[in-house]
């Protein structure tokens, strides 16, 4: 086995020009994905996206995979977008728009108008001098982006953290004073009528001073017809700032207020159980709230998170599904592993089930090679199988980490777990590869679902 896989690995070395990618999961129910769960309750699950990881094939396969909105972590931030007054570097913002695009969607604008990330000839302006470089860079941003953006955070993280529910100090309030929020929605509505604005901020996930100040403006904002569309709860958790008991409540009374509300920037640090049940909390209450009306996790996967080491995320650093992952399908009433309902159909003759998604690792001119990830469900397993059908005349060169066999058209091929990886850990996963020849057609094959045994 060894053989083939190295010939073709160096195939694909040499090739990796030529390299598409395409991933797709599949099991026995529809909604398996997060985005399809989340869009089955009228809502999206979306991701924080760096534009300079979209070239690997497993980052992009997994947000093109599970997630149907994005929000670009960095790129469209002051620092990226106007280094230099009035001169606008679009570029790697661009490059996660038109992802998001040809994958259908949507595009969160982050952030518009924040003390953070703002470069220097900003802060040293005079006061009407800011005011006019804050409306010029809120309408050439909005008006790169017009069409293109559901929502944008206007203004980001204007409150003081603790009791005093007043503003931060920072260029534009020490500055412009507390209007300045004020005019920045203004003047967005001015450029695109139809984008949703909103205010983000951290530590406003429950009822305290900060959300208290936030709740009085939009209140305020609501009452004098200040264009304001909804409010973004960051929610970045962790055991020094856990999810609130009134998260839920919390949410709900903004949008009595007359606003949407949306989870922004989700990632709670931990891991197992403990871990798994934050983000069901989590994904509950936005269910529980009607116009709560999406959630973006702050990452794909732990490997990039902006607090790796406390490993916050949905897919650990190898993408593999984290029982987290399998929590928050399942509070979203999807159906990866036994979520959504009991087990969902469970599995004669054993009581765990398994779920599989197929990566396509590398293409050269006339292969490729797939992954097969194997994940046991929330009950421990001791094997596996899995069907992939080929369209003819593609053919398996080569097979390792599993047992294949075919049907007699040669186009079904079955592979059952190999000596050493078929017994699985709840929530555990494994994986099979192949190399398959194109012979002339480039389909990928069909992933049909997980027996476990
Ligand atoms: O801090 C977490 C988030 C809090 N709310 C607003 C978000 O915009 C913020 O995101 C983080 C990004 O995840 C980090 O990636 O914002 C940080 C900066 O405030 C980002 O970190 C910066 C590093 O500080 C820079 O050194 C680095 O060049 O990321 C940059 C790009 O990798």
Known sequence: MPMPRRAAQVFTAVLLAASTVTALSHTAAAADTLGSAAAGKGRYFGAAVAAN?????????TLDREFNQVTPENEMKWDATEGSRNTFTFGNADQIVSHAQTQNMKVRGHTLVWHSQLPSWVSGLGATDL????????????????G????????NEAYQDGSSGALRSSPFADKLGSGFIEEAFRTARSVDASAKLCYNDYNTD????????VYAMVKDFKSRGVPIDCVGFQSHFNSASPVPSDYQANLQRFTDLGVDVQITELDIEGS????????????????AVTRCTGLTVWGITDKYSWRS????????SNYG??????????ALGGSGTGGGGDGGGGNPGG????TVSFTRTSDWNDGYNGEVVVKAGSAPINGWTVTLTFTPPQKVASLWNGTPSWDSSGNVMTVRAASYNGSLAAGASTSFGFTAVKNGNNSTPTLGTCTAS
């Open 53 to 61: 990881h979209l070239g690997e094939s497993a980052y992009a396969g």
């Open 131 to 146: 005011r006019s470089a804050m409306n010029n860079h809120i309408t050439q941003v909005m008006q790169h982006y017009k």
């Open 148 to 155: 293109k953006i559901y929502a944008w955070d206007v203004v």
């Open 206 to 213: 429950g009822v305290n001073a900060k959300s208290n100040a």
């Open 272 to 287: 197992g159980t403990a871990q798994a049940n934050n983000y069901s909390n989590v994904v509950k209450a936005c269910l």
């Open 309 to 316: 080491s406390g490993t916050p995320l949905l897919f650990d």
């Open 321 to 330: 599904k984290k029982p987290a992952y399998d929590a928050a399908l399942a």
């Open 351 to 354: 009581n765990g089930s398994c």
